[in-house]
């Protein structure tokens, strides 16, 4: 019964279809899109499986940044969370409206929805959330690359539940794939698939966000092992290591993401390029640190890593609640504010 209804609604086209009740009846394809409602109001899976990555991204950042020996007062770190989670959502969103600007150009895309897209780029929020962190370490003087390498660590382990959100939601998708044992399909209705490229409904796709959450895994993995196995591991390699590894990994993946838009400039995607500055940002550092060494006595500085924690979970929490609800509110239909 519940692949008759998919079928209904893929022979009609989900523009047509205006009954909630089929929608409902429909199975999820990997677990609830909609985690509840009430009235009006929708709480996607995707807001919360991010705002478990968030929350378990900043106890990790805050736990290595006493680890690595900085030190801060606690009022510098509650406003160190704010600006970082504040920044994020904006920038992500900023991203996703200059990515749909063709489309508002060509009128594909109306100006009364352009705004009420809660549509989000990482990228965005990875480059205004960069500029917050120079810009923070500047006005108080602190050291840049210790502040980064506890945020990658961090960082690279909340990307894994933020893909699982991608997964769930129906974003970040791969192409069309053939003769591919392992894919993903899409039938549900609310599935982001369906505002994007409605022919790729229950067509088999490479399934970019699983092999984008294992790729984090196994950076944070690399970062945590670095991290415990040398005790007195330079000052920037995490942060460059991290950001070789990503962008080489992204750069790879994009060749098979196949959600729109796809914005190209000479055969690479914008995503490609900037994933080309961000490895040439690591090679950089590379160079400029090269026979500099700074000891950064982790053993020494475990305890300080708890107290930040300690210190600094209230706000953590207001922080992920915060950032969750931007991510996961939508309004009288998923996929509208």
């Not at 007062?73 to 996703?96: D, F, R, T």
Request: positive net charge; contains cysteine.
């Amino acid at each position: 019964m519940q692949q008759g209804y998919a079928q209904y609604i893929k022979y009609l086209g989900f523009q047509h279809v205006h009954n909630e009740t089929y929608i409902m009846k429909i199975k999820n394809d990997y677990g609830p899109i909609v985690l509840f409602q009430f009235g009006k109001f929708y709480f996607t899976t995707f807001g919360f499986l991010l705002g478990v990555g968030t929350l378990l991204g900043f106890i990790q950042f805050l736990f290595f940044l006493g680890y690595r020996g900085v030190t801060l007062e606690s009022k510098l770190i509650s406003q160190l969370i704010v600006y970082i989670g504040i920044s994020i959502p904006i920038g992500s969103y900023l991203m996703a409206r200059i990515t749909d600007i063709p489309k508002l150009i060509t009128g594909k895309l109306l100006l009364k929805n352009y705004f009420r897209i809660p549509g989000f780029s990482f990228w965005g929020g990875l480059i205004l959330g960069g500029i917050i962190i120079i810009i923070f370490s500047f006005f108080h003087q602190l050291p840049l690359l210790c502040l980064t390498d506890s945020l990658v660590i961090g960082l690279s382990f909340g990307q894994i539940f933020g893909r699982l959100g991608c997964l769930n939601y129906g974003c970040c998708h791969g192409i069309e794939c053939e003769n591919n044992s392992w894919f993903i399909t899409y039938n549900h209705p609310n599935s982001k698939v369906f505002r994007t490229d409605q022919r790729l409904i229950g067509k088999p796709l490479y399934p970019t966000q699983i092999i984008s959450a294992l790729s984090n895994l196994i950076i944070w993995t690399i970062l945590i092992s670095m991290t415990i196995g040398f005790n007195n591991i330079s000052t920037g390699i995490l942060t460059i290591t991290y950001l070789l590894l990503f962008s080489l990994k992204r750069f790879l993946i994009e060749f098979y993401r196949g959600e729109l838009p796809r914005t190209n400039f000479f055969t690479f995607t914008l995503w490609q390029w900037l994933s080309v500055f961000l490895f040439s940002i690591g090679i950089y550092i590379t160079i400029h640190l090269s026979g500099f060494e700074l000891p950064t006595k982790l053993l020494h500085s475990f305890d300080m890593g708890k107290t930040y924690v300690y210190d600094s979970i209230s706000m953590v929490l207001i922080t992920v609640f915060i950032l969750t609800s931007i991510y996961s509110f939508h309004y009288r239909k998923v996929g509208s504010w």
